[in-house]
């Protein structure tokens, strides 16, 4: 027998995570269009209250978009995903831990699930529910942006406003990507760095 170079007999998962601007809708997209060569039975999905560009599309901050189905909760997608062989899943940090329940559930039916999500909240802290996706996942690929305040590989969110909700959306009105040494925990801090990029 030929070893092969992925699972035979069930799906898997694939993990795309990092901080903000670091590409991992991007990389989401690269995969998904890939795999449309092979099969026309993808789909993807995102959380509802992710409007900040489309309803009905994942969008790159370089303009580059998907068609996907908004669900409100991780449980839809199992009652949404049909035939899909091919699963793509934007935003995942949006959902809760029952993401991980139903990721588990579509690989154990054979299906590929690929799922880009932030993998640090704005504090740094670790985004649930990526870390126990990424524990379940056969692949993990961490994406990084460029520092705004050095240029060099940023993994960090920086928030820009004083919010102290976990989630507030918004894109580079309200965050910027910057590596360990440039974050601050303080939005007016950070606000009040100087950016001699540009
Ligand atoms: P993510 O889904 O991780 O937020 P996207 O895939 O939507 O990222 O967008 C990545 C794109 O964001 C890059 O290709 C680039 O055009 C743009 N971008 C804006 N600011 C930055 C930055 N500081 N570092 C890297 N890319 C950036
Ligand atoms: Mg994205
Ligand atoms: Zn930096």
């Given at each position: 027998?030929?070893?092969?170079a992925?699972?035979?007999?069930?799906?898997?998962?694939?993990?795309?995570c990092?901080?903000?601007?670091s590409g991992k809708?991007?990389?989401?997209?690269r995969?998904l269009?890939?795999a449309?060569?092979?099969?026309?039975?993808?789909?993807?999905?995102?959380p509802?209250?992710d409007?900040?560009?489309?309803e009905?599309?994942?969008v790159s901050?370089?303009?580059?978009?998907?068609?996907?189905?908004?669900?409100?909760?991780?449980?839809?997608?199992?009652e949404?995903?049909?035939?899909a062989v091919?699963?793509?899943?934007?935003?995942?940090?949006?959902?809760?831990?029952?993401l991980?329940?139903?990721?588990?559930?579509?690989?154990?039916e054979?299906?590929?699930?690929?799922?880009?999500g932030?993998?640090?909240?704005f504090?740094?802290?670790p985004?649930?529910?990526?870390?126990?996706?990424?524990?379940?996942a056969?692949?993990?690929?961490k994406?990084?942006?460029?520092?705004?305040?050095?240029?060099?590989?940023?993994?960090?969110?920086?928030?820009?406003?004083?919010?102290?909700?976990?989630?507030v959306?918004?894109?580079?009105d309200?965050y910027e990507?910057?590596?360990?040494?440039?974050?601050r925990p303080?939005?007016?801090?950070?606000?009040?760095?100087?950016?001699?990029?540009g």
């Amino acid at each position: 027998m030929i070893p092969r170079a992925t699972p035979v007999g069930t799906g898997w998962i694939e993990v795309v995570c990092g901080c903000m601007f670091s590409g991992k809708t991007e990389e989401l997209i690269r995969r998904l269009n890939r795999a449309r060569f092979a099969t026309s039975r993808v789909l993807v999905f995102k959380p509802a209250i992710d409007v900040r560009f489309s309803e009905g599309d994942v969008v790159s901050h370089s303009a580059l978009r998907y068609p996907c189905i908004p669900v409100r909760a991780a449980g839809e997608i199992l009652e949404r995903v049909g035939d899909a062989v091919v699963v793509g899943i934007d935003e995942a940090q949006f959902f809760d831990m029952d993401l991980v329940r139903v990721a588990n559930r579509l690989a154990d039916e054979g299906r590929r699930v690929v799922i880009a999500g932030l993998d640090q909240d704005f504090r740094g802290e670790p985004f649930e529910p990526i870390p126990q996706l990424m524990a379940v996942a056969e692949y993990v690929t961490k994406t990084l942006a460029v520092c705004v305040v050095c240029g060099s590989p940023a993994d960090r969110s920086q928030r820009l406003v004083e919010r102290d909700a976990r989630v507030v959306l918004g894109a580079s009105d309200v965050y910027e990507a910057r590596c360990r040494g440039c974050w601050r925990p303080d939005p007016q801090e950070a606000r009040q760095q100087v950016l001699p990029l540009g």
